[in-house]
């Protein structure tokens, strides 16, 4: 088996006959594949804040468990995959949901890498899939997420996971997915997360919101305001809601902040114990944050989440 190293390129990781499935979701941004192509792994921090070691630590990790290990991609449905970074059913999971504004999944820096970084730290890692472009209209991607944790608690046994307490991790878009799931005011039938970890995300469909997000999600119906605030985030938190661990760049070029304030405001007045971080920059989709300005954001969210189980067990 032929492995990344630090001269691989970017359009290695493309053609690689193991990975070509994710060449799309691997380049987020149009044009950033032709632009990123002869540009070799080692020089990948200059994009997005990538650290280049976890980078080449999580292809290679992705490519060994896509031919060697049956139970790691699993599919709840036919179309629809989680794939399972796990370690032990001893220790504690996340459930990772990609962003990618409802057009695709940013599945490498929101994703794999995230996973990877979690199984450093000890912990079990979780990345599901959802629809995405012309099939993302609602309520498709609630069901698909909600399909996949209730697919991994019905065979977690033969998966040999841990999914008490477990944590929702969503960036992005993926942060409005994990968000929307989470609130019992939408009857979506599977067990909710202890905690919720939200990195720079989609929290409102309504004044503040980011365009595309909304569009892919509503489609033909982008002008229904009702469905705009029904599906807003803010507007679905009450008593009930998850323990919210929450960040963003406050002069992000893409989300405006103004998303995590309604979140940040909201979950203060429902009482509901929160923590939200601040970083001060424009970037977005920093993912794991590795040498940015954000680096730190894992390990402060996986206290807050660790915190919570102590508490939890008083």
């Not at 033909?220 to 469905?227: A, K, Q, R, T």
Request: hydrophobic share 35%; with cysteine.
């Amino acid at each position: 088996m032929k492995l990344f190293t630090r001269v691989s390129t970017f359009n290695d990781i493309a053609e690689d006959e193991n990975l070509r499935i994710f060449k799309d979701t691997f380049f987020p941004r149009n044009g950033d594949y032709d632009r990123l192509k002869n540009i070799k792994l080692k020089d990948s921090s200059f994009y997005q804040g990538i650290d280049s070691n976890l980078l080449i630590k999580t292809l290679n990790t992705l490519k060994k468990e896509q031919i060697a290990n049956p139970n790691f991609t699993q599919f709840p449905r036919s179309d629809i995959p989680s794939f399972i970074f796990n370690l032990s059913n001893k220790k504690q999971t996340f459930i990772i949901i990609p962003g990618g504004g409802y057009e695709k999944e940013c599945y490498l820096n929101e994703g794999f890498m995230m996973a990877t970084y979690l199984n450093k730290l000890g912990f079990n890692a979780i990345v599901i899939s959802y629809r995405t472009g012309k099939n993302a209209k609602f309520p498709n991607p609630l069901i698909d997420a909600a399909d996949s944790i209730k697919y991994l608690f019905e065979n977690k046994n033969r998966l040999n996971l841990n999914l008490d307490n477990y944590a929702l991790i969503g960036f992005s878009a993926g942060g409005h997915l994990a968000g929307t799931i989470t609130s019992d005011l939408l009857d979506l039938n599977f067990e909710k997360p202890n905690t919720l970890i939200l990195g720079y995300p989609v929290i409102s469909l309504e004044k503040f919101t980011h365009l595309g997000t909304a569009k892919n999600f509503l489609q033909d119906e982008i002008d229904n305001l009702c469905l705009r605030q029904k599906y807003s985030v803010n507007n679905l938190i009450n008593t009930n809601y998850p323990r919210t661990y929450l960040w963003q760049c406050d002069e992000d070029n893409c989300v405006p902040f103004e998303n995590s304030l309604l979140m940040a405001n909201e979950l203060k007045k429902k009482h509901i114990d929160y923590e939200f971080k601040i970083y001060h920059s424009e970037i977005h989709g920093l993912g794991v944050a590795r040498n940015t300005i954000a680096d730190g954001w894992v390990q402060d969210a996986i206290n807050f989440y660790l915190k919570g189980l102590k508490t939890s067990k008083k």
